[in-house]
């Protein structure tokens, strides 16, 4: 099993990294679910007070992916999300190359919605991308897209963590006022969305510097092979370099579009349908799609014993922000005999865990699904061994460790070597009280 992080959170297995973290898919001991789990790695003061910004965000939306909760344990902390399995928009991008423009209408209707919910907020996302953008794994159902990844959003007015000619955001989703210094605004957020349709239509990266020079020397340039001309008519209002002349808000631009699909022709009768597939991945042994297989039930709360050196016992403890229950510390119960319903085993005993835990090599599925600019890998400290569930029938309990105890229930007298060292302390303090007399 993983690590309980703040008596709440098992870490399972690592589904993002970037430079500061790492994003692992998680199990919720208090709301009994898989989430996303973002754990700061740096704990630097410029990074923790990044993550407080992130994690203070609390935007409900079908279409934003922004951080439910959030716990502290020793020197490291986390926040968690909704789990979000379809990968980005690069994996759909990956799998069917330019997708068809009534399938990017839905993709950019649904942005612009959740991109109108965060700027109700007053915050400026800043790094509108399509790594950032996750979707639900709905098969070949109708699609549905989540914005995430908060890490460099403001409110405007705000007080910038860079210096003020230094660019944050990811390069090629620029608006161009960010590159001279302007202050975010809820426009530059708006060119990042007309770069991201530019992409999902044509099934590569924009260049966003050769547009804007486009624009400025020869005016709005003709709509792209393939892509409808009232479609484009909105997504060139969005990349005009000149914020002034763009979209000045994402609900305006959504009415746009709206527009705009009922003049698309009709879908091709041989056109595929586009489907999002799983990109997580199965779970690793040990879970299941209702949690933890080998832990047993949670037990009433009770002071963790480990931290003291005792002998493990149940526990409960909650951290920070949660007070839910942990996984279960017991040792291994002893296992029924399956060869009668009555006869029990005794326990197993447990091998030493490795001297470190690495995190799993990352297929395609696993490293872009958060993107670049998520929190980057993690080595996390060896698991505590799980407890197996409860056997059916009464079973021999693991002995805890006792006082001993002599004859007839009395306390037997300390070992020979502590009555020496606590006769060996007396004559001491006996020498130095004679030597003091005699000085008098």
Same mark, same amino acid.
């Given at each position: 099993?993983?690590?309980?992080?703040?008596?709440?959170?098992?870490?399972?297995?690592?589904?993002?990294?970037? /430079?500061?973290?790492?994003?692992?898919?998680?199990?919720?001991?208090?709301?009994?679910?898989?989430?996303?789990?973002?754990?700061?790695?740096?704990?630097?003061?410029? +990074?923790?007070?990044?993550?407080?910004?992130?994690?203070?965000?609390?935007?409900?939306?079908?279409?934003?992916?922004?951080?439910?909760?959030?716990?502290?344990?020793?020197?490291?902390?986390?926040?968690?999300?909704?789990?979000?399995?379809?990968?980005?928009?690069?994996?759909?991008? /990956?799998?069917?190359?330019?997708?068809?423009?009534?399938?990017?209408?839905?993709?950019?209707?649904?942005?612009?919605?959740?991109?109108?919910a965060v700027h109700a907020e007053g915050v400026v996302h800043r790094d509108i991308k399509p790594a950032n953008i996750l979707m639900e794994a709905t098969g070949s159902g109708r699609p549905h897209l989540r914005l995430s990844d908060f890490g460099i959003s403001m409110r405007k007015g705000e007080p910038r963590l860079t210096e003020t000619d230094y660019v944050v955001g990811t390069p090629g989703y620029f608006a161009p006022e960010q590159?001279?210094?302007?202050?975010?605004?809820?426009?530059?957020?708006?060119?990042?969305?007309?770069?991201?349709?530019?992409?999902?239509?044509?099934?590569?990266?924009?260049?966003?510097?050769?547009?804007?020079?486009?624009?400025?020397?020869?005016?709005?340039?003709?709509?792209?092979?393939?892509?409808?001309? $009232?479609?484009?008519?909105?997504?060139?209002?969005?990349?005009?370099?000149?914020?002034?002349?763009?979209?000045?808000?994402?609900t305006g631009a959504r009415k746009a579009l709206a527009g705009a699909v009922e003049l698309l022709p009709p879908p091709a009768p041989d056109e595929d349908p586009v489907e999002v597939f799983d990109q997580l991945g199965p779970l690793p042994p040990g879970f299941g799609p209702d949690g933890p297989t080998g832990t047993a039930p949670s037990a009433p709360a009770a002071e963790p014993a480990a931290a003291s050196g005792a002998p493990a016992?149940?526990? +409960?403890?909650?951290?920070?922000?949660?007070?839910? $229950?942990?996984?279960?510390?017991?040792?291994? $119960?002893?296992?029924?005999?399956?060869?009668?319903?009555?006869?029990?085993?005794?326990?197993?005993?447990?091998?030493?865990?490795?001297?470190?835990?690495?995190?799993?090599?990352? /297929?395609?599925?696993?490293?872009?699904?958060?993107?670049?600019?998520?929190?980057?890998?993690?080595?996390?400290?060896?698991?505590?061994? $799980?407890?197996?569930?409860?056997?059916?029938?009464?079973?021999?309990?693991?002995?805890?460790?006792?006082?001993?105890?002599?004859?007839?229930?009395?306390?037997?007298?300390?070992?020979?070597?502590?009555?020496?060292?606590?006769?060996?302390?007396?004559?001491?303090?006996?020498?130095?009280?004679?030597?003091?007399?005699?000085?008098?």
């Amino acid at each position: 099993m993983g690590e309980v992080f703040a008596g709440r959170y098992e870490l399972i297995d690592p589904i993002g990294r970037g /430079g500061a973290g790492a994003v692992w898919r998680a199990w919720d001991h208090r709301r009994r679910r898989y989430v996303a789990a973002k754990v700061l790695l740096q704990s630097d003061a410029h +990074t923790l007070l990044r993550f407080v910004r992130e994690q203070a965000l609390r935007i409900d939306h079908p279409h934003v992916l922004a951080p439910a909760s959030w716990a502290a344990d020793d020197d490291k902390v986390l926040f968690t999300m909704d789990l979000v399995g379809g990968g980005s928009l690069g994996h759909v991008i /990956g799998d069917y190359g330019p997708l068809p423009p009534r399938f990017v209408c839905t993709l950019l209707d649904q942005l612009l919605s959740g991109l109108a919910a965060v700027h109700a907020e007053g915050v400026v996302h800043r790094d509108i991308k399509p790594a950032n953008i996750l979707m639900e794994a709905t098969g070949s159902g109708r699609p549905h897209l989540r914005l995430s990844d908060f890490g460099i959003s403001m409110r405007k007015g705000e007080p910038r963590l860079t210096e003020t000619d230094y660019v944050v955001g990811t390069p090629g989703y620029f608006a161009p006022e960010q590159l001279m210094g302007a202050e975010p605004d809820f426009a530059a957020d708006l060119f990042a969305v007309g770069l991201v349709a530019l992409y999902l239509l044509q099934g590569s990266k924009p260049d966003s510097r050769a547009l804007v020079e486009h624009f400025l020397t020869h005016g709005t340039p003709d709509a792209p092979q393939g892509v409808p001309g $009232p479609l484009w008519d909105v997504v060139a209002n969005l990349l005009q370099p000149d914020p002034q002349n763009r979209f000045r808000t994402a609900t305006g631009a959504r009415k746009a579009l709206a527009g705009a699909v009922e003049l698309l022709p009709p879908p091709a009768p041989d056109e595929d349908p586009v489907e999002v597939f799983d990109q997580l991945g199965p779970l690793p042994p040990g879970f299941g799609p209702d949690g933890p297989t080998g832990t047993a039930p949670s037990a009433p709360a009770a002071e963790p014993a480990a931290a003291s050196g005792a002998p493990a016992q149940p526990s +409960t403890a909650g951290g920070a922000g949660s007070g839910g $229950p942990s996984v279960t510390l017991a040792a291994e $119960p002893a296992r029924t005999d399956p060869r009668g319903a009555s006869a029990t085993v005794p326990p197993v005993p447990q091998q030493a865990a490795p001297a470190a835990v690495h995190a799993p090599s990352y /297929g395609p599925s696993y490293g872009p699904s958060y993107g670049p600019s998520e929190t980057g890998s993690f080595h996390l400290p060896p698991p505590a061994a $799980p407890a197996a569930p409860g056997a059916a029938t009464a079973a021999v309990p693991a002995v805890p460790a006792a006082a001993p105890v002599g004859r007839r229930g009395a306390i037997a007298p300390p070992p020979p070597k502590a009555v020496a060292s606590l006769l060996a302390a007396a004559l001491l303090c006996f020498a130095v009280g004679v030597w003091a007399l005699t000085q008098l």
